[in-house]
């Protein structure tokens, strides 16, 4: 948040904010010195629930503040000495106080007089507890959750997971600053929006996509969305400079002797196309003429790098702290491996819808064209290796990560007995979700053998029988059957 003084500085704005309200609201409550602990830990209940009925992230208490006239008054509450039962205060709310909730005292030194602000984050997930009953704040009134069923309901139903998108990545920033760290010019090409040339209208953009978020005394936050999709320069957000996409270059097939490596700098969806143009000169590639003109042709097709990579960006773990997406060029495949074992099983990747812990974030994606519409990536993906005739891609969960794996080029006798099964699995699974069967004929074709190698495919379709990997169709005869993945 900057320096001491700055700091300093959004406190009283925050406190000169909340006095503006009318009232007290179901989400701020004011006081001048009451402290006891047994009402500070119902009200931190009260105030945690009834801020996730509002929508509102935090709920606050200000101690120091009159109740009537919102004066500051001053207050001799002191957080930090208080005790209760022989223990430090904060210690003991958060030992009576469930599910644990990073509630916090700050002592504001307002110019008007001294003020105790606690900052209580709203629920998530369950409702906050004191002494395992839920309370919470009606009017002026705090009472327990289960004598209203009504707001109980409605309560359990507006409880879910924090969103690590909507996380500030960089708070009490002014509109400049805000203009400085993101590219603007990069959200607007990519959203396909006109242009402005007024810094406010700006922000309004950035807001609406939830880039942004509005603090306190007419200043920003820039929240994680924003700073990792569009940041000029990610080292200026502190630990997310640590998700930066890196692109390591091996010599050879193992990772003992690096040729390169690169580390992203920008948010992901400004670095996108740089990133795939780096990727474009650094993958091996050849040449070949088309009437009279030169073409590139990479050792691997585009469309399924780029989704690839999308993907990695997209469903990575943020938690995960000190790991960020890394793509390895070796001299037979590409690694792709992102933070975060995948939310499906990964032989279920292409048919089942996909589960992104950024929702946020993999919408705008989609919708800036950045990947593919919902569930068709992977499809894509396979489509094109299939088309190229290469060995099938490894999704693999190693670890507390996922990996997709892109091999190179290798002729059908070169692939090994557990890349043909597997070949053998995706076209079966390629085909299904474009509503038709394998066959020895489509496998051949996939492979790109002639009619003389019929008895090695049916010898790899029996292996990925065995390996229940694939099975008959329900109606199977040997002219008029086909294959489906086993899960079909």
Not at 404 to 410: F, K, N, Q, S
Not at 451 to 459: C, G, H, L, M, N
Request: proline letters at 6%.
């Amino acid at each position: 948040m900057g320096d001491s003084k700055e700091t300093t500085d959004r406190l009283i704005a925050l406190v000169d904010e909340l006095r503006q309200l009318s009232a007290e609201t179901e989400w701020v409550e004011f006081k001048r010195d009451n402290a006891d602990p047994d009402r500070i830990a119902r009200t931190i209940s009260s105030l945690a629930n009834a801020a996730r009925l509002a929508n509102q992230p935090v709920a606050y208490v200000l101690w120091g503040i009159d109740n009537s006239s919102h004066n500051v008054v001053g207050t001799a509450f002191d957080p930090v000495s208080a005790k209760h039962s022989a223990q430090p205060l904060k210690l003991w709310l958060s030992q009576v106080l469930r599910p644990d909730l990073n509630f916090d005292f700050t002592v504001v030194p307002h110019p008007s007089g001294r003020v105790v602000v606690l900052h209580i984050p709203a629920a998530s997930l369950v409702p906050v507890k004191y002494n395992n009953i839920a309370y919470i704040r009606i009017a002026e009134a705090t009472v327990k959750v289960g004598d209203h069923p009504q707001r109980e309901a409605a309560l359990l139903a507006s409880l879910r997971p924090i969103a690590w998108e909507s996380g500030v990545a960089l708070g009490y920033v002014t509109e400049s600053a805000v203009l400085e760290l993101l590219d603007s010019a990069a959200y607007f090409v990519l959203t396909t929006q006109r242009p402005s040339s007024d810094p406010k209208a700006v922000l309004e953009y950035f807001a609406q996509d939830k880039l942004i978020a509005r603090d306190v005394g007419g200043r920003w936050n820039i929240l994680n969305l924003g700073a990792i999709l569009f940041a000029k320069h990610l080292d200026s957000f502190g630990p997310l400079a640590r998700k930066a996409t890196r692109v390591v270059q091996y010599k050879g097939v193992s990772r003992t002797a690096t040729i390169r490596e690169q580390k992203g700098g920008r948010g992901y969806a400004a670095g996108f196309s740089g990133l795939l143009q780096y990727l474009e000169t650094t993958l091996p590639s050849s040449e070949r003429v088309e009437k009279g003109i030169k073409e590139r042709q990479s050792a691997y097709p585009d469309i399924a790098v780029r989704e690839l990579v999308a993907n990695a960006l997209i469903h990575q773990d943020m938690t995960i702290t000190g790991a960020g997406p890394m793509i390895e060029i070796f001299s037979d495949r590409i690694e792709i491996t992102n933070p975060g074992k995948p939310l499906i099983e990964p032989n279920r990747f292409m048919d089942l819808p996909p589960r992104s812990r950024n929702e946020g974030l993999a919408s705008l994606m989609r919708r800036m064209g950045v990947c593919e519409e919902r569930g068709s990536g992977i499809d894509k993906v396979v489509s094109e290796v299939e088309m190229a005739q290469l060995p099938p891609p490894s999704f693999l969960a190693p670890e507390d990560n996922t990996q997709a794996i892109l091999y190179g080029p290798r002729s059908f006798k070169d692939m090994s007995s557990e890349l043909r099964i597997r070949a053998c699995y995706w076209h079966a699974v390629l085909r299904f979700v474009q509503g038709e069967g394998m066959t020895n004929a489509t496998l051949r074709e996939r492979f790109g053998v002639d009619d003389s190698k019929a008895s090695q495919i049916s010898r790899i379709i029996n292996q990925a029988e065995e390996a229940k990997l694939i099975r008959q169709s329900d109606e199977w005869s040997p002219r008029t059957g086909f294959y489906l993945p086993i899960w079909a």
